[in-house]
């Protein structure tokens, strides 16, 4: 069973920085890419960032464009460097691992981890 395991979450103020990690345990994973998506309360899971194990081409939706990068080592760990952080940014982030369809839809991918608290106040 594929399991992706958050970490690195945590508060931040305004303009500032984290970095999150992703480890895939168990099989390896079906298909070529892991992807982030976060959940702030009371809104919609929404696409943040996806990267191939095979060809290290990322691909970023609205939230992170200009400011977070997503990257990956040939370990099964995958990175999301989060930079100039809003408090728009305050949300639950969850990586998760891709099966098949549009990278951006949250229903292509079958394994998630639990999640890892990211808050950015003012």
């Known amino acids: 069973q594929v399991q992706p395991v958050e970490s690195g979450g945590g508060s931040v103020q305004a303009g500032g920085s984290l970095g999150l990690s992703c480890v895939i345990s168990?099989?390896?994973?079906?298909?070529?890419?892991v992807g982030w998506f976060r959940q702030a309360p009371g809104k919609e899971r929404e696409f943040v960032a996806a990267i191939s194990w095979i060809y290290d081409s990322p691909v970023y939706g609205d939230p992170a464009r200009g400011r977070f990068t997503i990257a990956r080592d040939n370990a099964k760990t995958v990175y999301l460097q989060m930079n100039r952080l809003e408090v728009e940014d305050t949300a639950i982030y969850y990586c998760?691992?891709?099966?098949?369809?549009?990278?951006?839809?949250?229903?292509?991918?079958?394994?998630w981890g639990r999640g890892t608290q990211v808050t950015v106040s003012s």
């Open positions: 168990g099989g390896a994973p079906s298909t070529s890419f």
């Open positions: 998760a691992s891709y099966r098949d369809g549009d990278l951006r839809d949250r229903a292509s991918y079958p394994y």
